[in-house]
């Protein structure tokens, strides 16, 4: 198809990014080029500005040994880390077959809104665990609990499933046909029982009235209302009304704010935030319409805090999202409103290879408004979910970091950035491990500072570091509030997170774990790689997941601003033109004249894409003629000069991605990120099929033979077929 130049360009340009997707428009804040530019950043040459970055003195660091072995000394010693999720990482590691069992099961029930699919399920997969001997293992109560009801599920499961007869066969076939909702009740009772442990009420109320008793022992709290995110309109507002209740609890139970000094203010109890729950599209492509409906939410949110002496804390999620959450909380800090109140914070995760760009940004962003931002420095709990977007958006690297022992150094980074900028932030470090704890110890000396846990982890820990006879540092937990229904999602994030062997909380309970190698430094093991290894990253690039048989469709990194602006200016590019299409026969196209029919967009039939000519009997003919002519020196050609065909097509269509996905939208109606999606399939088609012809039509297989002869098989092609594709 040819392109030819119009006096249309300017128009269709414009009308072509409209349909496509709001273009996006200039982002509020300082400048995000650098952040742009470390997205999808090679890891081995980030790693290394990192480490240069976390170095400490040879002192600091034998300072920093000493007392993170001191932490796991004392809690080994006292036996105190096995409590909560703790001892439920330890019995149920990711390592078991169980642990994998319950991951499952508590993930898909997520997504299975019947009864019986859900009876179903957890038949085929409580049937696989060996649950009883795990029980009476752990010294936590609360385990042991929990596998009891496992347990007992399993147990029904097995006798219902059981392949015998007569009388016990019938009691089994009873008891499993009567048992499916106790099955699914008891599930349901050991989820409960994980709920009461990691979550700290299933209202405000009764959060706020549990949380008395870790108040008087020191702590802080900053209390999260669990849910994954609105669906709809009147999800956003009834998860907004929820924050607002909260937010009125919360100060009640505080008292009135004596003065507004920032670190009173900062003593009190807050509020943590998720964007996803207060706007069903809270995405890159919606930044406009999430500026004129969040944003106002959002400041509403955030005056009342400051009106109340709440402190509020805006939640870090998929890094896809970063972009769009920077701007919203730049439009509310800037809000002339909240001038002088230093109570809106924000996470950064330290395993997004933007974070320290993300840190240098907000350090400015501070500066612009005179705001001393509240800085809550996690390391990260989307890294499952971000490994696979990557791989099947096709991107060019991954937006986070690969291995463990980068983030950590990535943390150790971050944190002295941050410890550096005591006018631009309030340092709030969110760690469960021991090493990092001690580190921040050293690194901050007198500076104000507090850590930070989530609720049911790290108690054993943190009982080493809260409290005047201890290091006298303040931590605040980070406690989720909501029903157990809203619990799973949170539930598998964290034993994602930590539920690996590599973790801390995982290696702290595993008393045969030696202490050297739990409180290792990452920086020291981010240096030995580099010596090695060149600091590789820990998994293959997203273009590489099939190895040497091909490669993935590479992709765009759409929710990128300057990634997204540029694909739409060479849609708009492509769009300026008239398409003209015909039937190709041998190499020639029949287009134009006045067979040709009119093109339009579904949408709107005034905008006129091109012109085509549907292909006649005669064209029909002469096609299966050549091809009949042709099929033989095709076939002899072999699987390899076939595949390299396919494989040519598949890097043309990446070559013209843009005008393939101008067509797909302007015809089809479909959006940028629908178009792209449409390319990158039709390339992953070709280069599959590359990849079978070179495997079936390749050398041919050689046959065993007991006579001495040589008999190889090879597949030949059997004739012409006509393909008619249901689109």
Known sequence: MSVPKTERQT??????????????????GPSREELSAYHLIDERRLVGGLVERAVYTTDERRRIGEIARGFVEAIRAAERGHGGLDALLNEYGLSSEEGVILMCLAEALLRIPDRATQDQLIAEKMGEGQWAKHFGQSESLFVNASTFGLMLTGRVVKLGASKRTGATGALGRLIAKSGEPVIRQALKQAMRILGDNFVLGRTIEDAISRAAAWEAKGYRMSYDMLGEGARTSADASRYFERYRVALQAVAKAAGPLATTHHDALMLRPGLSVKLSALHPRFEAHKRERVARELVPRMTQLALEARTLGVPLTIDAEEQDRLDVTLDVFACVLADPALKGWNGLGIVVQAYGRRAIPTLRWLKRLAGDTGARIPLRLVKGAYWDSEIKWAQEQGLADYPVLTKKAHTDVSYLAAMRLVLSEPQAFYPQFATHNAHTVATALVAAGNAPFEFQRLHGMGEALYSEVVGAQKHDRACRIYAPVGGHEDLLAYLVRRLLENGANTSFVNRLADQSAPIGEIIADPVEAAERERETTGSRSGLPRPGEIFGGERRNSAGLALSEPKV????????????????????????????????ADLVTCP?????????????????????????????????????????????RAADLFEQNRARLMAVIVREAGKTLDTAHGDVREAVDFLRYYAAEGRKQFGKGQLLSGATGERNTLSLRGRGVFVAISPW
């Open 11 to 28: 128009d269709q340009r414009a009308r072509a990014s409209r349909t496509a997707a709001s273009a996006p428009g200039v982002a509020p």
């Open 564 to 595: 997204c602006a540029d694909t739409l200016a060479r849609v708009g590019d492509a769009l300026a033109g008239s398409f003209v299409v015909g039937p190709i026969v041998d190499g020639v196209i029949t287009a134009g004249g006045d067979s």
């Open 603 to 647: 949408h709107d039939r005034r905008e006129r894409l091109g012109t085509v000519v549907t292909a006649t009997a005669a064209h029909i003919e002469a096609a299966l003629a050549r091809a009949s002519a042709s099929q033989h020196a095709w076939d002899m050609a072999g699987g390899e000069v076939r595949a390299a065909a396919l494989d």
